[in-house]
Structure formats: structure tokens, C-alpha cells
């Protein structure tokens, strides 16, 4: 409350105890997103980044990858559908134009893949 009676905030139970404990992640928090272009040709991207949100961040049409997807929604399926059984930790996986590299795995998921693209120059 300020000096004219007026409200300028609201503290939450939740406010409080970050306070005192530390950031307190849920499902109501705004994600930071890990997915990083390294250059025009070079992605990171969180494994459970969809497909089509992928190919919006590298300006691909849509339907990129739609041939060798399979039923998968996330990059991390994607990957998979490619591989055809689980990769390993900077396993390169050739599609196309385009190298997938998983960069970190965590138990039976993947959670971090390099995608490059080498532009094939007509001669």
C-alpha cells in the first residue's frame, strides 16, 4: 500500500519463501529456453523441443523433416526415428543436409542435440 491507499503489488507465500530458500521452480514459472543458435548453420536445442519450433528457430518450412519424423513430435524422436535405436553422446547422425548430434543424455532421455546444416553448393 502506498501513501495514497493504493496497491502496487501483492506478496505471495510463494514471493516469501524464494526468499528464503531460493528460487522455487513450478509449473507456473516461465520456462528460460536452453535452445541456442550458435551460427547460421549451428543449433542447440533442449531434446523436447517440437519439431515445428525448430524448424521456426532455423527458418526451415514446416514440413522439413516431415519425411523422416515418423510419429514423433519432439527433436528428441526425431532423433531417434534417424538413429532407429537409442544414440550415444556425440553419436553424428546424418539426414540429408542435416548432422544431429546428442550432446547430453540423461538416463533414457535426450536432452540436449546440435543440429548443423551443410549447404550443399551447386556447381
Known amino acids: 500500500v502506498d501513501e495514497f491507499g493504493g496497491t502496487s503489488g501483492i506478496v505471495t507465500l510463494e514471493d516469501i519463501m524464494e526468499e528464503i530458500i531460493g528460487e522455487i521452480e513450478d509449473e507456473f514459472d516461465d520456462e528460460e529456453s536452453a535452445n541456442i543458435r ?9 531434446g523436447k523441443t517440437m519439431i515445428h519450433d ?10 522439413t ?3 523422416i519424423r515418423g510419429d514423433s513430435d ?3 524422436g526425431l532423433v531417434l526415428e534417424i538413429a532407429g535405436e537409442f544414440p550415444q553422446v556425440n553419436e553424428h547422425l ?3 543436409d542435416f548432422t544431429f548430434v ?3 543424455i540423461n538416463k533414457n532421455r535426450i536432452d540436449k542435440v546440435k543440429i548443423s546444416v551443410s549447404l550443399q553448393v551447386p556447381e
Open 38 to 46: 550458435i551460427d547460421e548453420n549451428n543449433y542447440i536445442f533442449e
Open 65 to 67: 523433416f516431415e519425411s
Open 102 to 104: 546428442p550432446l547430453e
Open 94 to 96: 546424418v539426414s540429408g
Open 74 to 76: 519432439s527433436l528428441a
Open 54 to 63: 525448430v524448424c521456426r528457430m532455423m527458418k526451415l518450412p514446416q514440413d
